[in-house]
Every structure is written in structure tokens, then in C-alpha cells.
């Protein structure tokens, strides 16, 4: 039985679910009754959602501590498991155990939303993401507008946590991220128009699609020979997603050493911890938004190997192996800035925002429109 | 196309799902030996003094406006990139379209040059307002401005390193 009509006629055939449900009835043995397998179906689609932001937070976290720890001469953790590869489960399992505070002076209503907000925003950014050509949630033609509309409510839960947690360190931190959010949105959104020029669509596959080809790297956007001004544009790009997941040089709202940990101060336990799966998410998902519109997206040597193999799978994985490689080598960065460069001040922070990537962002936009214009048709390999 | 959408919101309702299922287990397994001491505002050990509930400077009242200024030129920005490339492939009308695109982005930037003059985007502010007069019989008070304050530390530090400079002589 494949889904129920109404469902059927609207879901994309391609699409995860649909997949999903295809594999199931082709398994499905005789005494499992038929409406079990929509039930499966939602299921291990929800299971691959939460799966998705869990391994992404465990992951990003003991790598954190391994990429801190090796930067400063040391290990990082070692004990549990091989190269404390099973520390994230440790701590998980530490965070559950942990007793559930609730400062008396809090606004109880907005501070048990908060965590809730941000997860829920992040989540529903993720399920843009493809995980592979022919394997994903929502193919969306407003596919980059969706994450960045869904990535930017999570400021809100994160203003909403640090008013309502009424301490004076929460409030500070909140009132830093609404500025520096605020302020590096705008860059954010300036420098991702000009891959979208260049790729002329919104939508994740459609521009990994648009960089095919050139034994799976020449095609790139990143390219000076595609538009030279997408170079600088990635820069201020990844300037602002920077300071869009509150990382260092621009963790100000957080900023442990003067803030003790800005609009989580009031929280503890596991409600705390899931700020930090926000952090790790959406830190993964702008580096995978990073590679789609700069990076070739599921474009890579390995995947034009498998595609001359012609075999589906084959190719579905190597994609999805390219992506989330890619994702990873951005947080592989992002993790090395954050040892390399001190805390800016918040007024440097704004100054940097309005008076330095803003201009230089829209001047981007004009050179690289020039450019499409009047060089792209003309010029031989485009 | 609606499915996708809608896979979205399943993804965001699992989001807030996963939070919640989350307290309930930690609810069954976590100690609950609530103290008054222990919920009280952390504030690096001092007693709370007041409530942070308190009206924040006026500032982040400008920086939302101009924001919000932006984000909607962007909103408009981003169909303009959209269907650039297949306008300048078509005769005749790219040269149109960047034209179009260029003075909007030219508004933007006369905008955004407006807003910097006019000192909003400085996180310090110079307290250069109108002299304050007290009174009669009082003397006005003439609030320096930073410029003047940061011309009077650069005199001072040049003092200081002359006078340095002399010592080593």
C-alpha cells in the first residue's frame, strides 16, 4: 500500500517519505496490517530528524573539545571510549540526571519556551537540508529563504530565555544577540544574493545541480573564473555566519569570561543543553548552506566517480558523503577561528556589521550583477 | 510542493516534541530537592539586588529600525538576483534590469549613508547634546563630546611619552 491518496497526490515522488514508505511495503511481511506502514513511515522519519540534530550536537561537541584540546597542546577528553569518542553520551546521560532549576524570579511560561522555540526553529530549518539528491524532507523552491526566515527565529527564543530568566548577566547576553543578530543579518542575506544570481534558483539541489560537471570541482561558485566577486562575497558570508551562531571572535552573548554564559546563566541540566544543540545545528546547517551556494554542494570528484558508474545508490551516497564532509570541514573551521581570535567589543561588532560588510556586501551585489550581465554570456566556459 | 512545506512544520513539531519528551524522562530520573537558596538568581554569589526587568537604552530601539529597513530591501533584493541571469539572457531587457537593480541598491546605500551620518550606527555615543543650562544663576555646563574626550587622551598620551622620552635623555 503506498500513502493515502490525499497524501500521496501531494508529496514530491522523490522525497524522503515517499521513499521511505516505497522500501517499507516492498519488506512488508503478510500479517503486519496495512495501516501500520504509514504509522512506520512517520516514525522513522521522525527517528531520521532527531537523529540528524542529536548526532549533529554529539558530534559537534566532542569534536569542540578534540579540536580545542589539540590547539592547546592537550588531548581533550580520552576516557570514555576510544578517544572519548562516547564522551557526548556520557555527558547526555550526566545533563538528564541533573536536577531541573527553575529561578524563583523568572517568567516561567516564556523560560520553559525558550529551549523549545530554538529547537523547534532549528529543526524545521534542517528539514530543508538535502542529505542526498534523491533523498530529502522538503524540496522547497524558497529553499534558502525558508532557513534563513527559520534560522533567524531562533533569536527570538534566545531573547525570549534571557529576559525571562530575569538575571542581570541573561539580560545582557540576550540584548548583545538581538543587536549582533540584527546587525549581521543583513550582510548574511547581501552575500548569499550573489550565488543566487549566479545560480538563478533558491533551491538547495537546483543550485547543487548548477555547479555539475568540471570533473565535480571546476564548476564550483567559489570560482573567480565563474564571478570574481563570489570570493569576497563568501567571506563576508562566512563573516556573518560567524556571528549569527554566536561563535568566536563574536560569541558576545554568551561570553563565559565576562557574561559567565549570557542568556544561559539561569539554565542548567538538560534544558540548558539544548541551547547547545541549537548551537551545533545551526553552526552545521550554515556551513552545509555555505557549501551548497559557494562549494558545489553535492559536487565533488567523488561524486562525479560515482556518477560514471551509473549506479543510484552509489551516487546518493557519495553526495551525501561530499555534503556532510563539507559541512564538517566548516565546522572544522569555525572551531579554529574560535583559538585563533580574541572576543571583539560589542561596538567593534557593530562596527564591523553596519560600517564595513554591509557596504562591501552590496558593493559585491553591484560588481557581481555587472558581471552576469555583461561578461557571463559572453564568456566561453559559462 | 505543500508536502514539503508541511514536512517543515512536522520537523519544527518534532523539535518542540523532542524538548518535551526530553523533560518528562529527565522528569522521572532527575533528584527534586528544591532549596529557596538554590533557585534564587545566580549572580556570582552576591544577593540580587532589584529586578533585571528594567527599560534598555534606547539604542537597540534605532538598530531594530534600521534592520528592519534592510531586511525588507533584501526581501525585495533577493527575486531581483533570482531571475537576473535569465533577464540578461534574453535581448534587450538585462541591461534594463540591472539598471532597476543598481538604483535600488543606490537608495539603499544613500540610506544606509543617511543613518551614518547621522551618527546612529555608533555603538558609543558622543554626548554632544545641547549645552545643559541649569538656571540663572548658574554657570551652563558644556558636556565634551568623545571626539573632544579622545582628543584630550591622545594630548595626554603624547605628554606622557614626551615626558618619558626626556626621562631616557
Known amino acids: 500500500m503506498s500513502l493515502p491518496l490525499h497524501l500521496a497526490a501531494l508529496a514530491a515522488p522523490r522525497s524522503a517519505t515517499n521513499q521511505i514508505n516505497d522500501f517499507l511495503t516492498g519488506v512488508k511481511p503478510d500479517f503486519v496490517p496495512d495501516w501500520a506502514l504509514p504509522l512506520t513511515t512517520a516514525l522513522i522519519s521522525v527517528g531520521i530528524a532527531v537523529a540528524i540534530i542529536s548526532l549533529v550536537a554529539m558530534s559537534g561537541t566532542w569534536l569542540e573539545r578534540k579540536v580545542s584540546g589539540h590547539i592547546q597542546c592537550r588531548y581533550g577528553p580520552m576516557r570514555v571510549g576510544w578517544h572519548g569518542w562516547l564522551q557526548p553520551i556520557a555527558d547526555g546521560v550526566k545533563l538528564l540526571l541533573k536536577e531541573d532549576m527553575i529561578p524563583l524570579g523568572a517568567d516561567k511560561p516564556l523560560y520553559l519556551l525558550a529551549?523549545?522555540?530554538?529547537?523547534?526553529?532549528?529543526?524545521?530549518a534542517m528539514a530543508v537540508f538535502p542529505l542526498a539528491p534523491d533523498f530529502y524532507f522538503a524540496d522547497i523552491d524558497l529553499g534558502i529563504f525558508t532557513i534563513l526566515a527559520l534560522t533567524s527565529t531562533t533569536t527570538i527564543g534566545v531573547v525570549m530565555a534571557g529576559w525571562s530568566s530575569n538575571s542581570k548577566w541573561s539580560l545582557y547576553g540576550a540584548m548583545r544577540e538581538a543587536a549582533q543578530v540584527?546587525?549581521?543579518?543583513?550582510?548574511?542575506?547581501?552575500?548569499?544574493?550573489?550565488?543566487?544570481m549566479v545560480a538563478g534558483s533558491f533551491n538547495l539541489l537546483e543550485v547543487s545541480n548548477g555547479q555539475a560537471g568540471g570533473f565535480g570541482v571546476l564548476n564550483w561558485y567559489i570560482w573567480p573564473w565563474v564571478n570574481p566577486f563570489m570570493g569576497p562575497a563568501?567571506?563576508?558570508?562566512?563573516?556573518?555566519?560567524?556571528?549569527?551562531?554566536?561563535?568566536?571572535?563574536?560569541?558576545?552573548?554568551e561570553a563565559e569570561s565576562e557574561l559567565v554564559a549570557g542568556f544561559m546563566t539561569e539554565y542548567s541540566g538538560i534544558r540548558w543543553s539544548f541551547f547547545f544543540m541549537e548551537e551545533y545545528a545551526a553552526m552545521f546547517l550554515?556551513?552545509?548552506?555555505?557549501?551548497?551556494?559557494?562549494f558545489g554542494g553535492f559536487e565533488s570528484p567523488l561524486t562525479s566517480l560515482a556518477?560514471?558508474?551509473?549506479?543510484h545508490l552509489l551516487v546518493q551516497v557519495a553526495a551525501a558523503v561530499t555534503i556532510i564532509a563539507k559541512g564538517y570541514a566548516g565546522l572544522f573551521l569555525m572551531m579554529w577561528l574560535r583559538w585563533t581570535l580574541p572576543r571583539v567589543r560589542i561596538d567593534q561588532v557593530m562596527t564591523l556589521g553596519y560600517k564595513y560588510l554591509t557596504p562591501l556586501a552590496l558593493a559585491c551585489v553591484l560588481g557581481a550583477s555587472v558581471w552576469e550581465v555583461f561578461l557571463a554570456p559572453v564568456l566561453p566556459w559559462r | 510542493m505543500y508536502f514539503d512545506y508541511l514536512n517543515v512544520l512536522v520537523f519544527a513539531a518534532v523539535g518542540l516534541a523532542f524538548v518535551f519528551v526530553n523533560l518528562i524522562i529527565a522528569s522521572v530520573l532527575r533528584p527534586k530537592r528544591k532549596s529557596k537558596v538554590g533557585l534564587e538568581t545566580y549572580e556570582c554569589g552576591e544577593e540580587t539586588i532589584g529586578d533585571s526587568w528594567i527599560q534598555f537604552d534606547i539604542r537597540y530601539y534605532t538598530v531594530a529600525l534600521v534592520y528592519?529597513?534592510?531586511?525588507?530591501?533584501i526581501a525585495f533584493l533577493f527575486p531581483w538576483a533570482l531571475v537576473l541571469k535569465s533577464a540578461a539572457a534574453s535581448d534587450g531587457i538585462g541591461v534594463f534590469v540591472l539598471i532597476e537593480g543598481v538604483l535600488f541598491i543606490a537608495i539603499l546605500l544613500l540610506g544606509l549613508a543617511y543613518v551614518w551620518c547621522?551618527?546612529?550606527?555608533?555603538?558609543?555615543?558622543?554626548?554632544?547634546?545641547p549645552e545643559y543650562n541649569p538656571g540663572d544663576d548658574r554657570d551652563p555646563v558644556k558636556l565634551p563630546n568623545i571626539k573632544e574626550l579622545e582628543a584630550a587622551l591622545e594630548a595626554s598620551d603624547e605628554h606622557d611619552s614626551e615626558a618619558s622620552e626626556e626621562e631616557a635623555a
Open chain 1, 115 to 124: 529551549p523549545a522555540l530554538v529547537l523547534a526553529s532549528i529543526l524545521g
Open chain 1, 182 to 196: 540584527v546587525a549581521y543579518e543583513i550582510p548574511l542575506g547581501i552575500s548569499l544574493l550573489v550565488p543566487v
Open chain 1, 234 to 253: 563568501f567571506l563576508l558570508f562566512f563573516i556573518a555566519i560567524l556571528a549569527e551562531t554566536k561563535r568566536a571572535p563574536f560569541d558576545l552573548p
Open chain 1, 286 to 294: 550554515y556551513c552545509v548552506v555555505g557549501s551548497f551556494f559557494f
Open chain 1, 307 to 311: 556518477r560514471a558508474t551509473d549506479v
Open chain 2, 68 to 73: 528592519v529597513i534592510f531586511a525588507v530591501e
Open chain 2, 118 to 129: 547621522k551618527g546612529d550606527l555608533e555603538w558609543v555615543l558622543s554626548y554632544s547634546g
